[in-house]
Structure formats: structure tokens, C-alpha cells
């Protein structure tokens, strides 16, 4: 299936399928060493799953879908927290960290949202691709840093799932991680796990030592066949209940704490 209307960024960011990529989202960005090593040793996500998330959609819708003071204040905030997370190994500010990560939220969206509606045009494909560099750029990204097409994009990712290498650290990390931790809700952990692993590149996987069977994969496979035309039958409005919401949140907070912005 081939999407045909124009899509918008907004369409594109507030579907609330996306969600269902956040944990290989997490683990792609864990995989290179110095974001690994920075979250293993600063993240509070495995005592409060739901902040963390809350933390990162808050930053993705507000840097997409915000006012430009929303998306300053939001930016402020996140360079804000980010002043302690290094050390020999690592440093939040660092831009080619953020690139990773930046790639990772669009790579996996884009994915994400082909599995659920279908192939983008070139033309869709290629203005949401150049929008989503706001991920990074945002932050210290600079805009020559981020690959000039999907072409160059698809060499630079290819290079890094190549390359990226995950030790014992961080590999425990995500074993507590995919546990559950604190999570409220640990009856739904088989399922995000099962999800998570299956929407990883093999060679993460492997990696993150992640078992991963031919049974585990036709399972996978019947699991998207049937999700995605299951999800369209939702109306639009309530399909981006989640993201309407993380905005209201956020500027619920953004007036609550404007001193601090």
C-alpha cells in the first residue's frame, strides 16, 4: 500500500502507534557507548518509566508540534538537565551523541508509520525526513551535520548499526530495563519485550543478547499484519489523544514553573 494524500509532519508525529517503537527507539540509542554509558549511569527510567517517557514525548512533540516558545522553553529545560550527565566516557552535549539519537526518533518513526499506513511518496517522504533533523538540531546538532538526504542518511545509519557495540553495562542496563523496573503496569512487559525485540535490527539483538527464535519472528510478523489495519479503523482524533495530551501537559507545566524557564 502506497499512502497517497500529503502528509504532514503534524499527522506524522501525533499518531500514537509511534509509541509502539519507543523501545527500540531507547534501545538503538543506548547501543552507541556514550549514550549508553550516560543513561545506565544518570537515567532515572527503571524507578519511573512513566516520567522518562513523559520527559522524551514531551521534548518530541514540543520541538515538532510546539509554538517556537514552547520549543525554546522545552529546549532550555532539556540542556538544563543534561548539565550533569557527563563524565571521561561522555557528555550530553556532546552533537555527534545527539545525532544518534535524533536519527534514531526518525528512522524508527518513519518506520513505524509505513507499517501502519503504507509507503510515503518520495516527495512526503523526503520534506519529513528533512523536518525531523529539528530533533537535533534543536539541541547541538548543527543543520550541516545532519545527512543532506535519505540517501546520505541511509549510508550514515547502516554505518552506525554496523559499528555500534554494547558491553556488559549497558546490556544489564536493559536486561533491568526490559524487566519491567518500577514499571506500574508489569503484566504489559512480555508484550513491550516481544515488540521491542522484534522491531530491533538483528544485529542489536544480538548485541543485547536478546533470544529471538524463526517461531518468535512468524509470530511477529502475523502481530503487525494484524495490528496496523486494526489501528486505521480508529478515528484520527483519538489515535492523537496521546500526543494532544503531552502537550497540554507540558504547557500545564511550562505555566505552572515559568519561573524556572
Partial sequence: MVVTERVALADFVGESMLLLGAGPTVLLQLALPGVGYGVAEHSTTLQRPLDRLRTTMTYVYAVTLGTDEERRAVVRLVNRVHVPVRSERYNAFDPDLQLWVAATLYRNGADMYERFFGVLSDADAERLYQESAVYGTALQVKPDMWPADRAAFDVYWDKMIASVEVDDQVRA?????????????????????????????????????????????????????????????????????????????????????????
Fill in 173 to 261: 542496563y536493559v536486561r533491568a530495563l526490559l524487566s519491567g523496573g518500577d514499571a506500574p503496569l508489569p503484566a504489559l512487559m512480555p508484550v513491550q519485550r516481544f515488540v521491542t525485540t522484534g522491531l530491533l535490527p538483528p544485529r542489536l539483538r544480538d548485541e543485547f543478547a536478546l533470544p529471538w527464535s524463526p517461531r518468535d519472528q512468524r509470530r511477529f510478523d502475523a502481530l503487525m499484519r494484524l495490528l496496523p489495519p486494526v489501528y486505521r479503523l480508529v478515528p484520527r482524533t483519538v489515535r492523537q489523544l496521546p500526543s494532544r495530551y503531552y502537550l497540554w501537559d507540558m504547557r500545564r507545566r511550562l505555566t505552572k514553573h515559568k519561573h524556572l524557564i
